[in-house]
């Protein structure tokens, strides 16, 4: 008998709870994969890590994948350490382009 896969849905709190990992996480949900949670809404670069890393602690079991939601690549080195750490696989929702985000649209760099 195979056992079920578990994914951890990892990164920043998704307030409006209706766009795209919402539906992602539905969508794993409706077959068959038992998905747990690992995200933060806190303000702040460390708080954020801090918070994340206290919350992938407390999470007990398997985790066969941990999904990392959009624009969470600046959680990348935290989410390879965790994940090394358990042997799970890493998975990066890259909606669009990092650059085209922080310098096309947010003009925070040029």
Known sequence: MNRPLTICVFGFDERDEGGRTWAIRTGLVENGVTVRLCRTNVKGFL?????LYRKWSLLEGDIHAVYVVFMGSYLMPL??????RRGSRIILDMLISQYDTEVGDRKRLS
């Open 47 to 51: 708080a954020k890590w801090r918070d």
């Open 79 to 84: 989410v390879w350490y965790l994940a090394r």
